[in-house]
């Protein structure tokens, strides 16, 4: 997987509580994004960052919020999970301008009850 | 929203046979990728194919685009039941992010 964790792999927690999702890559890559995955909706932007404490929002940011304080590491974090924010959340780098190739982590099942 | 849209949803074919998925999208874009997802993985670049040109081979991968009809098709020759996974086209338009359709699944049965 290109040098890319994610962790934790799986996680069930409950309604109200907060969250936080780790990306960590070993490629230097500048842009890293993170991406959930719905039955029916296919694969949908979060959030992404463009460099050190440079983060933008992606298509669905709303409940989410993100940090990334070092090159390597990506953290999604939900500040109070609810049952809507159960998916399977994917982290992915790039180098280049971002819409060049992008690499997968191997994902995080969350389940919120 | 997404932008790009698979078509079929879901395809089954034997081993041998040839396998096309297609994608349409709506806007102009800088380039177009596929990916492919095996069940429970994260997704797998397969294959970059830009604005300016008409097609790309990467073994027994084919990847046509028509920017005129915003289309793209990706051609599997002689199919193995190892290619069954979901397909995904990725278009981007030069925000440094892209945007995923919600992918082809093919079942490949030996």
């Known amino acids: 997987d290109a040098g890319i964790t994610q962790s934790p792999r799986h996680k069930v927690t409950e309604t109200g509580t907060p969250v936080t999702l780790r990306c960590h890559q070993t490629?230097?890559?500048?842009?890293m994004y993170w991406y959930r995955q719905d039955p029916g909706h296919g694969l949908r932007l979060i959030h992404y960052?463009?460099?050190?404490?440079?983060?933008d929002k992606g298509e669905v940011s709303d409940g989410y919020s993100v940090s990334r304080s070092k090159t390597e590491d990506f953290l999604l974090t939900l500040e109070s999970a609810t049952s809507s924010q159960t998916s399977v959340y994917f982290c992915?780098?790039?180098?280049?301008?971002?819409?060049?190739?992008?690499?997968f982590g191997p994902g995080t099942r969350l389940l919120v009850l | 929203s997404q932008q790009g849209e698979e078509d079929p949803q879901a395809l089954s074919i034997q081993e041998g046979e040839n396998a096309t998925m297609n994608c349409s999208y709506k806007?102009?874009?800088?380039?177009l990728q596929w990916y492919r997802q095996n069940s429970g993985r994260g997704l797998v670049h397969l294959i970059l194919?830009?604005?300016?040109?008409r097609e790309k081979h990467s073994g027994r991968l084919r990847v046509t685009l028509d920017t005129s009809k915003k289309s793209s098709s990706l051609l599997i020759t002689a199919s193995r039941a190892a290619d069954t996974a979901s397909y995904f086209c990725a278009t981007s338009s030069g925000y440094s992010t892209l945007t995923f359709g919600k992918g082809t699944m093919l079942l490949v049965s030996p």
């Open positions: 490629e230097n890559h500048r842009y």
């Open positions: 960052s463009y460099g050190v404490k440079d983060t």
């Open positions: 194919i830009r604005s300016n040109e």
């Open positions: 806007t102009s874009i800088n380039n």
């Open positions: 992915a780098i790039s180098d280049g301008q971002g819409e060049e190739t992008q690499y």
